[in-house]
């Protein structure tokens, strides 16, 4: 069971409610998708991935990277319970998808890059470091359905 302090809470609560999930969301997996060009593969319906220039300029991609960014805001209203509260959506990714529980990791460690490049100096170590636990738990409980 993860431990969250008072502090851990507020650091996740600040960088949430002033989140630009629009900006942010195809960012980040526009940026997954250029960078680690093998997740290309689960959305070969979703129009031209060409390119990084097709890719940036896709709109199904920017419209599903702003919906996983708001899958992570039940994360943050469970922090006690986000094994619990990803169960389905790791089945889904699992059974359904069949995403390759790696992948997680790479989407969040771009999603990571753009949120630094947007706070700047706000994105300092320690909120860094509260950032990537709490990243890490909801990579962990994306994988815990598959077997
Ligand atoms: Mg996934 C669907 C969240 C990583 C590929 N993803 C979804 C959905 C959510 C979500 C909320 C919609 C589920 C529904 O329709 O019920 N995804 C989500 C999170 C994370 C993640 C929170 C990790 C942070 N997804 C992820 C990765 C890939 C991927 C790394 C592939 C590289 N997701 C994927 C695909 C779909 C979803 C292909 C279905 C898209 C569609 O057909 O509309």
């Not at 526009?30 to 940036?56: D, H, M, S």
């Not at 991609?61 to 996983?68: E, P, Q």
């Not at 999603?111 to 909801?138: C, H, R, S």
């Amino acid at each position: 069971m993860v431990e969250w302090s008072a502090k851990e809470r507020e650091v996740i609560n600040s960088i949430f409610s002033t989140l630009d999930y629009e900006d942010i969301g195809s960012k980040a997996l526009i940026r997954c998708l250029i960078v680690y060009p093998w997740t290309q593969r689960y959305f070969g319906a979703f129009g031209n991935l060409y390119n990084a220039e097709a890719i940036k300029a896709n709109p199904n991609i920017a419209a599903h990277g702003v919906k996983v960014l708001h899958g992570l805001d039940r994360a943050v209203k469970n922090m006690d319970n986000i094994k619990a509260t990803y169960a389905e959506l790791s089945v889904l990714h699992s059974e359904k998808l069949h995403v390759d529980p790696d992948n997680f990791k790479l989407l969040s460690d771009c999603l990571t890059i753009v949120i630094a490049a947007k706070m700047g100096n706000a994105f300092t170590p320690e909120v860094q470091a509260v950032f990537q636990k709490f990243l890490a738990v909801v990579v962990s409980a994306l994988g815990k359905q598959y077997h």
